[in-house]
């Protein structure tokens, strides 16, 4: 890749979960009504056809892994399970209030945090009592992140006896220094074990995730990390770059300095590396920073041009209505997204109010769904078009200038009414994206909000 454009495009920007991103949203326009309202809407639209998505947020880890951007809450006290859990299911009571009729669930995922915190008796109990008071949709997913160093066979079993067929580890490198540099020290041994467990137990779809450009990495690092990938073969891998942004409050990223982080062009190199061998050993590139094997219903579905992107990140399907349970959690009905506290104490408080924990969010103008759906093409699918009346929006003329200096450095094609990505523009998408983003161009940032973009 060419040192300039790194160099020339390596800025502050979003990683485009949403649009509009977090920092953008208008509080002013928003209310909890607002949301409730936005959400049945969506509900009734898409229930019957699509079904629901729903995202479990599960904040508790018993250590600080210093790479992390989540929101969590430290502890060793497992007696917080419970109460917890007794929390997410009553959030959950008055969602199913607002929403008026059974939900069909499609997509279920338990992030965290660490969700392999909670014991197996524990999740099965969450997830019974969910799938008591819901249909399901026939194609259903169920997925969960689980810590290699503490993931059992009781978790596997358990989740997979209630539908769970997927589940991602998280990697991230396995030299011992950068393993001690971000307090994540978890041998080959362990993620072998978990993987192989959850073949043998029968889940259809076991993720890594693998990051580059953490503190003290190199290339061979991650050329190493990869070879002892190549060994288990994950259907899926998330090879992502280290989004550093020690500025945002309660993240953790301490322990090393930011001259102990890699270069752009390093980081860059590590990418590139790292995705030449991917390639090789067989996986396939998808959206951003994805990677699966052909056999995995990550690829079947950018084939089929179904690829979808949310809070969850890359999903095989789509649904209209996203509902985030937990702390932290974020929702989205399409028409709008919602935050929830990120404080436990106010969480629990709210709920016994019978109040949805909602602190924050924000509901999409006719703009603001128009580039929405511009961005989710160029992060699903590399292209976008404006062929349609209800995908252009007044300033698209001014946009389209910005694109030709895209094009001019080679990272796009113009097709009529339409534009393409090419590879050398791939690295680049949120970049591309960037050209979309009205609001972030109207009032730029009077301090770092975003990660670095390569």
């Given at each position: 890749m060419c040192k300039s454009l790194v160099n020339k495009y390596n800025v502050a920007g979003p990683r485009y979960t949403s649009y509009p991103t977090v920092p953008y949203w208008n509080l002013d326009t928003f209310s909890l009504d607002s949301w409730k309202s936005s959400l049945r809407q969506s509900f009734a639209e898409s229930n019957y056809s699509e079904g629901l998505s729903i995202y479990i947020h599960l904040p508790f880890c018993e250590s600080l892994c210093t790479f992390c951007g989540c929101h969590k809450r430290i502890t060793k006290r497992h007696d917080l399970e419970l109460p917890y859990i007794k929390a997410l299911l009553k959030?959950?009571?008055?969602?199913?209030?607002?929403?008026?009729?059974?939900?069909?669930?499609?997509?279920?995922?338990?992030?965290?945090?660490?969700?392999?915190?909670?014991?197996?008796?524990?999740?099965?109990?969450?997830?019974?009592?969910?799938?008591?008071?819901?249909?399901?949709?026939?194609?259903?997913?169920?997925?969960?992140?689980?810590?290699?160093?503490?993931?059992?066979?009781?978790?596997?079993?358990?989740?997979?006896?209630?539908?769970?067929?997927?589940?991602?580890?998280g990697v991230q490198d396995y030299n011992i220094k950068v393993q001690k540099a971000i307090n994540r020290i978890q041998p080959f041994k362990n993620v072998k074990k978990v993987t192989e467990l959850a073949r043998k137990i029968g889940y259809t779809s076991v993720g890594h995730d693998i990051i580059f450009g953490l503190p003290f990495q190199t290339k061979e690092d991650v050329i190493q990390t990869i070879k002892h990938t190549e060994a288990l073969l994950p259907d899926r891998i998330a090879f992502y770059s280290y989004a550093h942004v020690p500025w945002i409050k309660g993240n953790g990223q301490r322990g090393f300095r930011d001259e102990d982080l890699p270069s752009g062009t390093s980081k860059r190199q590590q990418y590139q590396t790292g995705k030449k061998l991917l390639e090789i050993i067989g996986y396939k590139e998808i959206g951003m920073d994805h990677f699966a094997l052909t056999t995995d219903t990550l690829y079947t579905s950018m084939e089929n041009n179904t690829l979808h992107r949310n809070f969850m990140g890359y999903t095989a399907s789509k649904t209209q209505a996203m509902i985030g349970l937990g702390v932290s959690s974020i929702s989205d009905s399409w028409y709008g997204f919602a935050q929830n506290v990120k404080s436990l104490e106010e969480y629990y408080h709210l709920l016994n109010e019978n109040i949805i924990p909602i602190y924050r969010g924000h509901i999409l103008n006719t703009e603001d769904l128009k580039i929405r759906k511009h961005v989710l093409n160029l992060m699903c699918h590399f292209q976008t078009t404006w062929k349609d009346a209800n995908q252009r929006f007044d300033e698209l003329p001014e946009v389209l200038i910005k694109l030709k200096e895209f094009e001019k450095d080679g990272l796009l094609t113009f097709e009529t009414n339409g534009l393409k990505v090419t590879d050398a523009g791939k690295p680049f998408i949120r970049n591309i994206c960037m050209a979309f983003d009205l609001l972030l161009q109207r009032k730029q940032p009077d301090r770092q909000l975003f990660s670095m973009t390569v």
């Amino acid at each position: 890749m060419c040192k300039s454009l790194v160099n020339k495009y390596n800025v502050a920007g979003p990683r485009y979960t949403s649009y509009p991103t977090v920092p953008y949203w208008n509080l002013d326009t928003f209310s909890l009504d607002s949301w409730k309202s936005s959400l049945r809407q969506s509900f009734a639209e898409s229930n019957y056809s699509e079904g629901l998505s729903i995202y479990i947020h599960l904040p508790f880890c018993e250590s600080l892994c210093t790479f992390c951007g989540c929101h969590k809450r430290i502890t060793k006290r497992h007696d917080l399970e419970l109460p917890y859990i007794k929390a997410l299911l009553k959030e959950w009571s008055l969602y199913r209030k607002v929403l008026g009729a059974k939900p069909k669930i499609k997509e279920l995922h338990i992030g965290g945090g660490t969700p392999t915190f909670f014991s197996e008796a524990n999740l099965k109990f969450l997830i019974e009592e969910l799938l008591i008071t819901s249909d399901l949709a026939d194609d259903y997913e169920f997925s969960f992140e689980g810590h290699p160093n503490n993931t059992t066979e009781a978790h596997l079993q358990a989740l997979y006896n209630l539908g769970f067929k997927r589940v991602s580890f998280g990697v991230q490198d396995y030299n011992i220094k950068v393993q001690k540099a971000i307090n994540r020290i978890q041998p080959f041994k362990n993620v072998k074990k978990v993987t192989e467990l959850a073949r043998k137990i029968g889940y259809t779809s076991v993720g890594h995730d693998i990051i580059f450009g953490l503190p003290f990495q190199t290339k061979e690092d991650v050329i190493q990390t990869i070879k002892h990938t190549e060994a288990l073969l994950p259907d899926r891998i998330a090879f992502y770059s280290y989004a550093h942004v020690p500025w945002i409050k309660g993240n953790g990223q301490r322990g090393f300095r930011d001259e102990d982080l890699p270069s752009g062009t390093s980081k860059r190199q590590q990418y590139q590396t790292g995705k030449k061998l991917l390639e090789i050993i067989g996986y396939k590139e998808i959206g951003m920073d994805h990677f699966a094997l052909t056999t995995d219903t990550l690829y079947t579905s950018m084939e089929n041009n179904t690829l979808h992107r949310n809070f969850m990140g890359y999903t095989a399907s789509k649904t209209q209505a996203m509902i985030g349970l937990g702390v932290s959690s974020i929702s989205d009905s399409w028409y709008g997204f919602a935050q929830n506290v990120k404080s436990l104490e106010e969480y629990y408080h709210l709920l016994n109010e019978n109040i949805i924990p909602i602190y924050r969010g924000h509901i999409l103008n006719t703009e603001d769904l128009k580039i929405r759906k511009h961005v989710l093409n160029l992060m699903c699918h590399f292209q976008t078009t404006w062929k349609d009346a209800n995908q252009r929006f007044d300033e698209l003329p001014e946009v389209l200038i910005k694109l030709k200096e895209f094009e001019k450095d080679g990272l796009l094609t113009f097709e009529t009414n339409g534009l393409k990505v090419t590879d050398a523009g791939k690295p680049f998408i949120r970049n591309i994206c960037m050209a979309f983003d009205l609001l972030l161009q109207r009032k730029q940032p009077d301090r770092q909000l975003f990660s670095m973009t390569v």
